[in-house]
């Protein structure tokens, strides 16, 4: 076993960090200019969200919004479009709010402290700390989960890491690592090390610059740092929907701006209730939701999803329509469209309808029945 450090130095392990990252750091495209702009909506997007992942969106957001004018300009649907599959959409919904206030109150520049930045819709201690001191070179430490990670095994602390003790130390100890006028390398040298060395399964400690200083790997406890709460057990929701086609036209309605999934499109539907089955709750779900009787509900497939702790299989069926379509009365959508297909798919819906889009953009039969 390696001898257990004493101290941590902390010009040496800031030093190493930084080293480590002049070598292995990442091409990102937000990282060629520093341009606020791209540093904002790369700290927003990689939230919750594969590096991978992120950069494919982030390429695609620049070509069509490459600035907050092009943001403030344009219509919340094609926003949401755009981040559709990305999840989390009130991230979506806040950073169009955010880009027509920068817009309209500060003449299209991000504010550049990290009180200004944290006033923006959307915009929390962690963002603003990150885009602060990665856009504008703030001497301020930002801590996610990489970071948490590798402080956590660094100063092997054993306090449950989303506890007030350890983000008390972690920030402190941070805070000191932090070298003066560095802070916009040695953040992201700090977070992509999590990532890349210092990883929540296997770290690569063999290969670690700052191996010799790591308590947790001394003890070895390496792998049980940081010290995590038990996860949640997961929740299974079943649920149904149904695909009404009327004179060559799908109905589709947007969720409620308040809602789980707000202002995203969907068909309506629900939670298939106690002792009901898939079909019954959507006969049932579209006189709740529209007014309308359908029936005759015929099989699409299901679909699953997750999302949080969540577990769904969403039942998909096409419904036959037996009222009036005039008799449409929404009760939980803010608006419906009788859409062409060519609409559906400009439309931003979420995970299970997303793929029930898909499946009926590969099936002849239906698209032989609704109009391009
Ligand atoms: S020695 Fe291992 S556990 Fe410690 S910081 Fe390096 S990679 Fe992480």
């Known amino acids: 076993m390696p001898p257990i450090p ?21 091409d990102l495209p937000w990282r060629r200019t520093y341009e606020p702009y791209h540093v904002w909506i790369s700290e927003i997007m990689l939230q919750q969200t594969q590096m991978e992942r992120g950069v494919a969106y982030f390429t695609r957001w620049m070509e069509r919004f490459p600035d907050v004018a092009s943001l403030a300009a344009a219509h919340e649907d094609e926003v949401m479009k755009l981040w559709e599959g990305l999840g989390y959409y009130s991230r979506a919904r806040n950073l169009h709010r955010a880009a027509r206030m920068v817009h309209e109150l500060h003449g299209g520049c991000l504010p550049d402290t990290v009180e200004g930045l944290q006033a923006l819709p959307g915009v929390g201690p962690y963002t603003a ?11 301020v430490c930002v801590i996610d989960a990489n970071v948490e990670r590798v402080a956590s095994r660094l100063y092997d602390i054993e306090a449950p890491v989303k506890s007030r003790q350890a983000r008390e130390e972690i920030e402190r100890r941070c805070a000191a690592l932090l070298p003066p006028g560095r802070a916009r390398d040695f953040n992201q040298a700090l977070m992509e090390f999590g990532s890349l060395v210092c990883s929540p399964r296997n ?20 792998e ?7 996860a949640q057990p997961p929740i299974y929701l079943t649920m149904a929907t149904g695909v009404l086609v009327h004179d060559g036209r799908v109905l589709a309605q947007k969720r409620m701006a308040d809602d789980i999934w707000a202002n995203l499109w969907e068909f309506p539907g629900g939670i298939v209730e106690e002792g009901e089955t898939p079909p019954l709750a959507v006969i049932r779900e579209y006189m709740e939701e529209t007014g309308l009787t359908v029936n ?5 497939g299901s679909f699953r999803h997750s999302y949080t702790r969540y577990r769904v299989t969403l039942h998909a069926f096409s419904v036959t329509l037996l009222s009036d379509p005039s008799e449409l009365v929404l009760s939980a959508a803010q608006e419906h469209r009788w ?7 400009s439309l931003a819906f979420p995970a299970g309808h997303r793929q029930l889009v898909r499946h009926l953009d590969g099936d002849e039969t239906f698209l032989a029945g609704v109009r391009p």
């Open 6 to 26: 004493s101290e941590t130095p902390e010009p040496a392990v800031a030093d190493a960090i930084l080293d480590w990252f002049s070598q292995h750091r990442r």
């Open 129 to 139: 700390r990150a885009v602060a001191s990665i856009a504008f070179g703030r001497d």
């Open 203 to 222: 770290p690569a400690c063999a290969a670690c610059p700052v191996a010799a200083w790591c308590r947790a790997r001394a003890l070895g406890v390496q």
């Open 224 to 230: 049980s740092r940081p010290v995590t709460a038990k």
């Open 296 to 300: 005759h509900p015929v099989p699409i």
């Open 339 to 345: 859409a062409t297909w060519s609409q559906i798919k």
